[in-house]
């Protein structure tokens, strides 16, 4: 065993870096722009042929202003690799006058790795960087791992930070991790609470896959003034949410998201992708797959792309069913013009026994008896003149309590919008 003290790249997430040491005051006030991200697990192939981006992501980007996104899961498995239970995720950004602030928050519970070599009852990390107006900039944070064990590891009580260790012939290992590095003009912060590489093909998989336990990136940039349009939308698999009461409570929040950044990706496809959702007793799919991209430029003109995929969807034990479904929601403006399109395609999609058509008509509504109002094909444009559109290839409403919802409950596959200013 041994503790590790060194900076080292980490690009599996963001952006590798490297330590520099912290830029002195400058003669004028600094401002920022940020992006973060914080996952409940990761899992990657180098080869591509298994890859789990974060699961129950929640992300923030911008710059003069604060923004809060929170998200979670009921569970994730990614077959002989790893298996958790409920994920909850939380990624703030702080602006005041005299700084920035990111702050990380994951919680995993009943965290099974390598089919049981490594077990936690759960896992919490808490991650927070500060780039100041002075051009200064610190990070501080640390995971805890409540009831950890590695088969044929003994461990400190406490995990210290930026440990590792060594299952022989099997993995490497690395616990609660954090590394924090900033230039004349960046500040970027990575960490995890439990980090793996295989070192010899496992159950299918090759040496090398990565797999990770609540992953964070966060990243501060001296701010350009943006000019032209502002960019917003999003595109996601599954989301689950019901009211209890006056209260809302989130079953399962948006799996697979991926959000356009305000500033365009300047014609670059950014891509979110997990392997399966599973809700147990109400839904289940294979790979979920959702893409933006999307450009702009200084006279107001924009255009943005955003899709979602969905692979064998099935809801409520085959009452809906389909081999895939895919969404798509496009905008542009050009010369103050706005046009918008969206589409809805899939494969053997069964609801109640009906084998749907594949020219479905947009918004078109279905009453299931015994489950409530299934719509397909959902399509929102314009809502109060805005240059913007959504588009919802299933929405089921509940109208009696099913798989553990109440009435009311709100079941979404397939969502895609874009939204330009």
């Not at 809700?279 to 893409?291: A, D, Q």
């Amino acid at each position: 065993m041994r503790k590790f003290a060194t900076i080292v790249a980490f690009g599996l997430v963001g952006a590798s870096f490297v330590a520099v040491p912290t830029p002195t005051a400058q003669a004028a006030d600094v401002t920022y722009s940020y992006a973060a991200r914080t996952g409940g697990t990761y899992a990657k192939v180098f080869d591509g042929t298994v890859s789990s981006d974060l699961t129950a992501e929640s992300s923030v980007t911008g710059g003069p202003d604060s923004v809060t996104s929170s998200n979670s899961t009921a569970a994730v498995n990614v077959q002989g690799l790893l298996r958790v239970g409920a994920v909850e995720t939380e990624t703030k950004a702080t602006v005041g006058a005299a700084s920035t602030t990111l702050n990380s928050f994951a919680r995993t519970a009943n965290v099974n790795l390598l089919n049981g070599l490594i077990k936690v009852d759960a896992v919490t990390t808490n991650i927070t960087t500060v780039a100041r107006a002075d051009g200064s900039a610190s990070s501080a944070g640390q995971s805890q791992l409540l009831g950890i064990g590695i088969v044929g590891v003994d461990l400190p009580v406490r995990i210290p930070k930026n440990y590792a260790v060594t299952i022989p012939g099997v993995a490497s290992i690395t616990l609660n991790v954090h590394l924090h590095a900033s230039s004349d003009e960046a500040v970027a912060t990575n960490g995890w609470a439990i980090g793996i590489t295989l070192l010899k093909p496992r159950a299918g998989y090759a040496a090398g896959v990565t797999v990770m336990v609540n992953p964070v990136n966060q990243f501060l940039s001296e701010a350009v003034p943006a000019t032209g349009a502002k960019l917003f939308g999003q595109a996601y698999g599954t989301r689950v949410k019901a009211h209890v009461g006056e209260a809302a409570q989130i079953i399962s929040d948006p799996t697979a998201r991926v959000s356009a950044p305000s500033g365009s990706s300047h014609g670059r496809t950014i891509q979110n992708q997990t392997l399966g959702v599973r809700v147990p007793g109400l839904l289940t799919t294979g790979v979920v797959t959702s893409t933006t991209n999307s450009t702009k430029d200084d006279a107001g003109n924009a255009e943005m792309r955003n899709t979602n995929e969905i692979a064998r969807l099935n809801v409520l034990g085959g009452l809906i069913r389909a081999e895939a479904l895919k969404v798509l929601a496009y905008g542009k403006v050009q010369g103050g013009k706005w046009t918008s399109r969206m589409r809805m395609t899939f494969v053997n999609l069964v609801i109640a026994g009906q084998k749907i058509p594949i020219d479905v008509g947009r918004n078109t509504v279905i009453d299931v008896a015994g489950l409530g109002e299934v719509a397909i094909n959902l399509q929102q444009k314009n809502p109060n003149g805005a240059r913007q559109n959504l588009i919802n290839g299933i929405r089921i409403t509940l109208d009696t309590e099913r798989a553990g919802l109440p009435i009311g409950a709100v079941i979404e596959i397939g969502v895609a919008g874009t939204f330009i200013i």
